[in-house]
């Protein structure tokens, strides 16, 4: 399985983005898909996850009501729009997808086994 972002770049504070996960190869082991973030010195954190068949959806506190994860099945794409960014969302961004029996959610890196090369978010003042 490969996992690609896109749509990574500089934004304003204040602006939107939209990125976008492409996966190829046998995605159907993947019961949710993940959207995490790390900045330089902190550590990877999920920020928005979504279950392929469901839909159903959970988001970090510091991205509720600003950012949004949605998948189409279809196409194997996930997408994180983002809107409202802060300096605080600067960040390499991941998608990652996590299967069906890799325990307890948590949300945690640990329990997502494929992982995309990131797409740069940068949010100048």
């Known amino acids: 399985v490969q996992l690609v972002e896109s749509g990574g770049g500089l934004v304003q504070a204040g602006g939107s983005l939209r990125l976008a996960c492409v996966a190829s190869?046998?995605?159907?082991?993947?019961?949710?898909m993940g959207w995490f973030r790390q900045a330089p010195g902190k550590e990877r954190e999920c920020v928005a996850d979504i279950s392929w068949s469901g839909g159903s959806t959970f988001y970090a506190d510091s991205v509720k009501g600003r950012f949004t994860i949605s998948r189409d099945y279809g196409k194997r794409t996930v997408y994180l729009d983002m809107k409202s960014l802060k300096r605080e969302d600067a960040a390499v961004y991941l998608c990652?997808?996590?299967?069906?029996?890799?325990?307890?959610?948590?949300?945690?890196?640990?329990?997502?086994?494929?992982w995309g090369r990131g797409a740069e978010v940068t949010v100048s003042s």
């Open positions: 190869g046998h995605t159907f082991f993947f019961s949710n």
């Open positions: 990652a997808g996590r299967v069906a029996d890799a325990g307890a959610q948590n949300y945690q890196a640990a329990t997502y086994s494929c």
